[in-house]
């Protein structure tokens, strides 16, 4: 469970498994908004949270259709409940991953695995 930056709480889940993705519920509303989702072969890894923006970081690495290596970075407007923005990155270029699952709130924060 995430808190908002206006208080509000959103619950957050997923796995690093084949058709993994990251699912957001709002339990005032009972809602569930799926904040990714990169395909075959391409498996969430690491989500981070930016507090102070409500947004929400998913990186997802993978073997693309078992051929092409592939990230995608997904950003995710958990106020909006939107995804803000969808694209393939180059791995080197983001943060290294915590190396064991745990939850900080805070600005850049992570839950990872």
Same mark, same amino acid.
């Given at each position: 469970?995430?808190?908002?930056?206006?208080?509000?709480?959103v619950? $957050? *889940?997923?796995?690093? %498994?084949? /058709?993994?993705?990251?699912? %957001?519920? !709002?339990?005032?509303? /009972?809602r $569930?908004?799926?904040?990714?989702?990169?395909?075959? !072969?391409? !498996?969430? *890894?690491?989500?981070?949270?930016?507090?102070? /923006?409500?947004?929400?970081?998913?990186?997802?690495?993978?073997?693309?259709? /078992?051929?092409?290596?592939e990230?995608?970075?997904?950003?995710?407007?958990?106020?909006?409940e939107r995804? %803000?923005?969808r694209?393939?990155v %180059?791995?080197?270029?983001?943060?290294?991953?915590?190396?064991?699952?745990?939850?900080?709130?805070?600005?850049? &924060?992570? $839950? &990872?695995?």
């Amino acid at each position: 469970m995430l808190t908002l930056s206006d208080g509000s709480k959103v619950i $957050v *889940s997923g796995a690093q %498994v084949a /058709g993994g993705l990251i699912a %957001v519920r !709002y339990p005032t509303t /009972g809602r $569930v908004s799926v904040a990714a989702t990169a395909g075959d !072969y391409v !498996y969430p *890894s690491d989500v981070r949270m930016n507090a102070q /923006g409500n947004l929400l970081y998913v990186k997802a690495p993978g073997i693309a259709a /078992g051929i092409w290596q592939e990230t995608w970075l997904f950003e995710y407007d958990l106020r909006t409940e939107r995804l %803000v923005t969808r694209q393939q990155v %180059v791995d080197d270029a983001l943060p290294a991953e915590c190396p064991e699952p745990r939850l900080v709130i805070e600005p850049k &924060s992570f $839950v &990872s695995r």
